[in-house]
């Protein structure tokens, strides 16, 4: 009898001890599958950041190929895109690098987007929500040599020539601002909640850059060209992927606009109508 309930005590104890180290070692190995994922998906994470770095540095030359049939960056595609492969340590990134010709951004107080318009000849068109209000302060910049008619009637200053535009949303605050003249508002009259201006007859003047300064509010701003012409690429759109040995795949985006913004104060200063006065 005593030793039934022996042996009874040590199955027991067996199965309680089996239970232990199974869920020991349960633990332990998901530890390690985690601990390798996590390595594993920094691996990947690190070698597609890498793709985006490699291609940034060669973005000009991948720019000049955009929109051509020439794949001399070492990138393939056609039309507006292009696929480079970049090795970062022992993986491999593919990136994918496409050209926008519409410009979209969300421009903050204080800032500008600058739109290029060198080689296009046509007219553009801003869009830009209707609610909450916002004013848009738009500057051409124009190259004047040669040039009669100064930048749609713009001021020459010589080598280049600029005009100034304002655009009111609808709902304007009561201590809105004032225009003097020459300068006047061109009101907004929404459509669907955006407002909306299509602008600037190019075809007879050399236009080099487009600025556009919101008041008011923070604005997610669109500017195109009017079909059927295209505006040059904006916006580099820049994906690129890694994959590891077991399969972890990691994606980084990120876009790049053709041309870096200057701050607004150079609207008031390097393209001043007047002589600067220190």
């Not at 107080?109 to 738009?138: C, F, M």
């Not at 190019?202 to 923070?218: C, Q």
């Amino acid at each position: 009898m005593k030793s039934g309930q022996i042996l009874i005590l040590v199955l027991l104890i067996v199965v309680v001890s089996l239970a232990v180290g199974l869920s020991v070692a349960s633990r332990n190995l998901t530890n390690l599958r985690i601990s390798t994922q996590t390595q594993e998906s920094q691996r990947a994470f690190s070698a597609a950041e890498g793709g985006v770095e490699d291609v940034l540095s060669k973005l000009s030359a991948i720019a000049a190929d955009i929109g051509t049939t020439n794949n001399n960056a070492g990138c393939v595609g056609t039309g507006s895109e292009r696929t480079c492969t970049s090795a970062v340590g022992d993986l491999s990134a593919s990136v994918v690098v496409k050209g926008q010709n519409v410009y979209k951004s969300t421009v903050i107080l204080g800032e500008v987007a600058q739109v290029d318009l060198r080689t296009y000849n046509g007219s553009v068109k801003i869009d830009w929500p209707a609610n909450p209000h916002v004013s848009l302060e738009v500057t051409l910049i124009c190259d004047s040599i040669g040039i009669a008619n100064n930048c749609n009637g713009g001021v020459d200053h010589g080598d280049y020539a600029q005009n100034r535009y304002f655009f009111r949303g609808p709902n304007p605050p009561s201590a809105d601002m004032t225009v003097t003249a020459p300068f006047t508002w061109d009101e907004c009259s929404p459509s669907g909640g955006i407002c909306s201006k299509t602008i600037f007859t190019l075809s007879s003047i050399k236009p080099l850059y487009l600025r556009i300064k919101p008041f008011y509010s923070v604005v997610d701003l669109t500017v195109s060209g009017v079909s059927p012409n295209n505006l040059p690429t904006q916006i580099y759109e820049i994906n690129s992927v890694a994959k590891t040995e077991i399969g972890i795949t990691r994606r980084v985006q990120v876009t790049r606009t053709a041309l870096p913004a200057l701050p607004a104060v150079f609207d008031y200063a390097l393209y001043s109508e007047g002589d600067i006065v220190k």
